[in-house]
Nanobody
Framework: QVQLVESGGGLVQAGGSLRLSCAAS????????MGWFRQAPGKEREFVAA????????DYADSVKGRFAISRDNAKNMVYLQMNSLKPEDTAVYSC???????????????WGQGTQVTVSS
């Protein structure tokens, strides 16, 4: 399995931007689909974005399309989530995930980071 550590969360005003990073070690990062998920208090974890191993295919939740961008650097074992035009409803703990056998970008992840808090004030 891949070990994952997120960073880059924090407090930002509505309309602002943050860039989350996820550092991977071990396992087979370069062959893994990487995803970002988030969980707000009292809510279920939800899919945010994902990227295939070769960056050829991406997917986003409808709620973040046009505002968030996922990218990866296989040489550095890193995946990123650039978040622009942030809204209070984006407040959540954001976690990255890795998996080699991921279906529809949403199911089949087998490695998870501990998450980083993003808080958007109105």
């Amino acid at each position: 399995q891949v070990q994952l550590v997120e960073s880059g969360g924090g407090l930002v005003q509505a309309g602002g931007s943050l860039r989350l990073s996820c550092a991977a070690s071990g396992g087979t990062f370069s062959r893994s689909t990487m995803g970002w998920f988030r969980q707000a208090p009292g809510k279920e974890r939800e899919f945010v974005a994902a990227i295939r191993w070769n960056s050829a295919n991406l997917d986003y939740a409808d709620s973040v399309k046009g505002r968030f961008a996922i990218s990866r650097d296989n040489a550095k074992n890193m995946v990123y989530l650039q978040m622009n035009s942030l809204k209070p409803e984006d407040t959540a703990v954001y976690s990255c995930a890795a998996g080699q056998y991921v279906a529809a970008f949403r199911w089949g992840y087998d490695s998870w980071g501990q998450g980083t808090q993003v808080t958007v004030s109105s």
